[in-house]
């Protein structure tokens, strides 16, 4: 069974400052997408990385695949209150196989 | 276009009794996928439906069933209902070219409360 290991589980943090967060597995991924869930809403992809080690930009944020294609973070820099949310990352395979979330990283972030 | 919709968004319901969830996707979206969703547990997957056929299942007893109508709008039942039953369940749509690295699109979800 594939397991996707997300990590903090909960990031509270002040409006402003910059923060990291992982997902990390034991597995090969063929690719990875990143997921942002808002409450009462369902997660809304933020990106897909497909290649090792490639890294991507989405404004403030940035994403990177590791060069094993097993884990993956998040950079994001100067949080606003409108980061705040549950950041899910979800690993796929080739064929038609389900993607394997993580558990997610729940960020506060406090004005 | 219009996202995915899920009904009803909320349900509260008796153990022992069952349910029935409706996920419309994405017009042009053959795939539909359902999720659950637990503070504990994360979103776990259930089932995926392609063009009226399951596709993949998870590792869900069978109280939990679904099915895929022509039209791709995708129903799941929960039958003979638990306190663990108590969730947010997701429908996510996708085009379903062949590719896993395509985007699947959720809906809102339907939060059950099971008492």
């Known amino acids: 069974t594939q397991l996707l290991e997300q990590s903090p589980q909960f990031l509270s943090i002040q409006e402003g400052e910059n923060l990291t967060v992982y997902c990390n597995s034991s597995?090969?991924?063929?690719?990875l997408q990143w997921y942002r869930q808002e409450p009462g809403e369902g997660p809304v992809l933020l990106v897909t990385?497909?290649?090792?080690?490639e890294v991507k930009k989405l404004k403030r944020l940035t994403f990177q695949f590791g060069d094993a294609r097993k884990d993956s973070s998040l950079h994001i820099t100067a949080a606003q209150p409108g980061d705040t949310g549950l950041y899910l990352c979800?690993?796929?395979?080739?064929?038609?196989?389900?993607?394997?979330f993580g558990k997610g990283t729940r960020l506060s972030v406090i004005a | 276009k219009a996202g995915v919709t899920q009904t009803p968004r909320y349900l509260i319901k008796t153990r022992g009794q069952q349910v029935t969830l409706s996920c419309s996707p994405i017009?042009?979206?053959?795939?539909v996928s359902w999720y659950q969703q637990t503070p504990g547990q994360g979103l776990q997957f259930l089932f995926e439906?392609?063009?009226?056929?399951?596709?993949n299942k998870g590792n869900f007893p069978g109280r939990f069933s679904g099915r895929q109508f022509s039209n791709s709008r995708s129903e799941m039942n929960v039958s003979t209902l638990e306190l663990g039953d108590s969730a947010l369940y997701l429908c996510?749509?996708?085009?379903?070219?062949?590719?896993?690295?395509?985007?699947?699109?959720f809906g809102p979800g339907t939060r059950l409360l099971v008492l």
């Open positions: 017009s042009g979206h053959r795939s």
């Open positions: 996510a749509s996708s085009l379903a070219s062949g590719g896993r690295s395509e985007t699947q699109y």
């Open positions: 597995s090969v991924f063929s690719s």
């Open positions: 979800a690993g796929a395979n080739s064929g038609n196989t389900p993607l394997v």
């Open positions: 990385v497909v290649t090792g080690g």
């Open positions: 439906y392609f063009s009226e056929t399951q596709r």
